[in-house]
């Protein structure tokens, strides 16, 4: 669903040359020598108001550590993230808290996601409690019952069920339950990493038809991550593509559909199996190699293992993400 | 590769030849129930297919609609407290259901192979990828190791792994997602089999690495003549991958059609609402998704009558009483529905439809 690009719109989230790094020690007890992962590696992109910004990749690319890093479940390593023009990179304390109200999330297994001893409505109403207790929000024990209720009806589920435990439902009614969960405090940014890739095919157009609805009524804006295409192409406004910790092409859902130009975005294209057996492309014409692994280039284009247009230039430098025209940003030296 | 005496034994009873082809295994009527505290779980429910030569067949459906248990039954390889309760599966003669077990352990692996979905689980730890490609032909095939390890290279060149004199001696964990899975396809077709079964063999790979997985597939079944019985929930894969498709929904085929008419006519109101929710994906549009209402059912105890019914938009009276026959629309194209029956009972044209009452919540009341 392409929305209107709205160039006016405030920006929510604008995220500067993030970088998250994870150190391992090496396996001898002799060498101390630290190596660094480099999930996220200097990437930078702004979200705006109201818009479905979705992040692809496959896995290892460092979509979800960029999700949790933006929550601040893991603390960036270099770089700004800024929330209505704040910076929360380093936010503590209260200050976290404020951003934790209006910054949820959405977990991909709505099996591991949910407490099994906790009931639906202690799961639900948990988020505002918890604020409540360090005083950002004052609600009284009947307000927050009231608010858990309402959102069970929006979700699509009766508040009857709130005395009932998640192994009671099923997937998709659980996913609901998380839904439910992470807009409880009405926040302003919702990060949904991989909602719909544990649940039944014929359960998942109902939950984008939910996260659609939602998005209208209470003006979410989302961050969606996932590595199906389709649905990202189906349910974002702008896309950005990640490859080994950055970003290698951003655009309108709807430009980057007809005209991907990086050669990794190709590839991601031309790996979507149509659901059509007469359709144009096929398995045989696909032109899809190799695997996201270590690359062997460590100054070079992370692509260049598996580019089929490499240059001798791509090995030595690092193509920096160009902007184009207004909306289509990408990271290649053919551009 | 000669095939060996046990191979031999196999092929001595000659298997009818039905359009053209050499039917190699003819299911009939297999029901596999759980008997479970709760009740019983007919996860496969009379369910009857043929698989003929060198096609590829594919088994869809969504998780717990007993696709996987579908074709462990045919291997036996069911846990308890399942059981397979009644039908039979022929393999050129033989019935895998009633056959001992010498004789089962000689056709699995050998005549019958699986790949399973996550190549990480389902491959040993602590064994060599050398050791596990070289198990099935110094088994069935009585090689001696030297001439197994050779072999185990050649197939690990052939479904793609480059640098496979050095990477065969590697364990499964230094290997990435696809390789392994790359890995399991080689042992299961180290013996060249005649039918090769993957049970979701791409869900756990990225888009891009399951494009290449399917394409190997693809590739050596056609090389090796092999029958694949191809298990997936995702309807992209099916239409690239399989020449003949089985829907299953709630432990039933509910409908089967070459796969080019099950894409253009689709007859039963599940395939159909399935078909339309992935490819409206693909449509420019600003609408809300049509959806499929309701979520599978849990299988314990269920009624005789037609499961899809509660979520079924032309759901009648009759469907919650009976449950509905086999229509053929056509030679090769089959659909479980009373929309499609001939001699619908009189009640079917005048009872009222019923209301659409298969909303999430009240389904699990």
């Known amino acids: 669903m392409n929305k209107k690009n709205n160039d006016t719109t405030d920006v929510l989230l604008n995220v500067k040359n993030l970088k998250v790094h994870f150190p391992v020690s090496s396996r001898s007890i002799f060498n101390k020598k630290r190596n660094v992962i480099k999930a996220v590696d200097g990437i930078s992109f702004s979200v705006k108001k109201g818009e479905t910004f979705g992040l692809v990749g496959e896995s290892g690319c460092g979509k979800s550590t960029t999700a949790r890093t933006i929550v601040r479940l893991n603390n960036p390593s270099a770089g700004n993230i800024e929330f209505e023009h704040k910076d929360i990179a380093h936010a503590r304390g209260q200050e976290l808290l404020h951003m934790r109200r209006d910054v949820q999330m959405i977990f991909q297994d709505p099996y591991a996601s949910l407490n099994p001893r906790m009931t639906v409505g202690s799961l639900i109403s948990e988020p505002l409690r918890i604020l409540r207790h360090y005083k950002i929000l004052s609600l009284s024990n009947a307000e927050i019952e009231a608010r858990v209720d309402r959102l069970l009806e929006q979700v699509g589920l009766k508040p009857s069920m709130k005395k009932r435990f998640p192994h009671e439902f099923s997937g998709g009614q659980r996913q609901r339950i998380g839904i439910a969960r992470s807009i409880v405090t009405y926040p302003k940014l919702v990060i949904a990493d991989e909602p719909i890739s544990a649940l039944d095919v014929s359960v998942q157009a109902q939950i984008i038809n939910l996260m659609n609805s939602l998005q209208k009524e209470f003006g979410l804006t989302y961050i969606f991550i996932a590595h199906d295409l389709t649905v990202v192409n189906y349910i974002s406004d702008r896309i950005a593509v990640m490859y080994l910790g950055s970003i290698v092409e951003s655009a309108p859902a709807n430009i980057l559909n007809k005209n991907p130009l990086h050669p990794y975005t190709r590839m991601l294209w031309d790996a979507i199996l149509v659901p059509h057996p007469d359709s144009t492309r096929s398995l045989a014409h696909a032109n899809v190699k190799g695997e996201a692994y270590e690359t062997s280039v460590t100054s070079g284009c992370p692509f260049y293992d598996r580019c089929p247009l490499r240059m001798e230039r791509c090995k030595t430098q690092n193509p920096p993400l160009k902007a184009l025209d207004k909306h289509h940003h990408v990271a290649c030296w053919l551009y | ?365």
């Open chain 2, 1 to 365: 590769m000669n095939k060996d005496k046990d191979k031999k034994v196999m092929n001595e009873v000659h298997a009818p030849h039905t359009q053209g082809k050499e039917l190699l295994l003819d299911v009939k009527n297999l029901s596999t129930h759980f008997f479970t505290p709760d009740g019983i779980v007919k996860a496969v429910d009379d369910i009857s297919f043929v698989l003929r030569k060198g096609e590829v067949l594919g088994l869809v459906g969504e998780s717990g609609c007993g696709k996987s248990v579908t074709v462990m039954s045919l291997l036996k390889l069911i846990p308890k407290p399942g059981q397979i309760v009644s039908g039979s599966v022929n393999y050129k003669g033989v019935d895998l259901i009633k056959c001992n077990t010498r004789t089962l352990q000689k056709i699995r692996g050998n005549n019958i192979s699986m790949i399973f979905q996550d190549p990480m689980t389902s491959l040993n730890p602590f064994m060599r990828i050398s050791s596990q490609i070289m198990e099935p032909l110094m088994i069935h095939r009585g090689m001696k190791k030297k001439q197994a390890f050779e072999k185990a290279i050649d197939i690990l060149k052939m479904v793609g792994i480059s640098d496979a004199e050095q990477r065969i001696r590697n364990y499964p964990h230094e290997f990435s997602g696809g390789m392994r899975q790359r890995a399991m396809i080689a042992m299961a077709l180290a013996c060249e089999p005649d039918i090769l079964i993957a049970d979701e063999p791409t869900t756990a790979l990225d888009v891009s690495v399951q494009i290449q997985i399917l394409e190997t597939i693809k590739e050596l079944a056609t090389m090796l003549g092999t029958a694949v019985i191809f298990i997936t929930h995702d309807l992209g894969v099916v239409a690239n991958m399989c020449d003949r498709v089985h829907v299953m929904y709630a432990g039933r085929i509910v409908e089967e059609a070459p796969v080019t008419r099950l894409f253009k006519h689709p007859a039963h109101p599940y395939t159909q609402g399935l078909i339309d929710s992935v490819q409206q994906l693909f449509d420019d549009t600003q609408e809300p998704l049509r959806v499929i209402e309701g979520h599978p059912p849990t299988l314990v105890n269920m009624p005789d009558a037609c499961l899809f019914y509660p979520r079924c938009p032309h759901a009648h009276e009759l469907c919650t009483k009976k449950r509905p026959p086999r229509v053929h629309l056509h030679s090769t194209h089959m659909a479980e529905c009373w929309l499609h029956a001939t001699h619908q009972p009189d009640t079917f044209n005048t009872s009222p439809p019923l209301p659409q009452q298969a909303s999430d919540h009240e389904q699990k009341e």
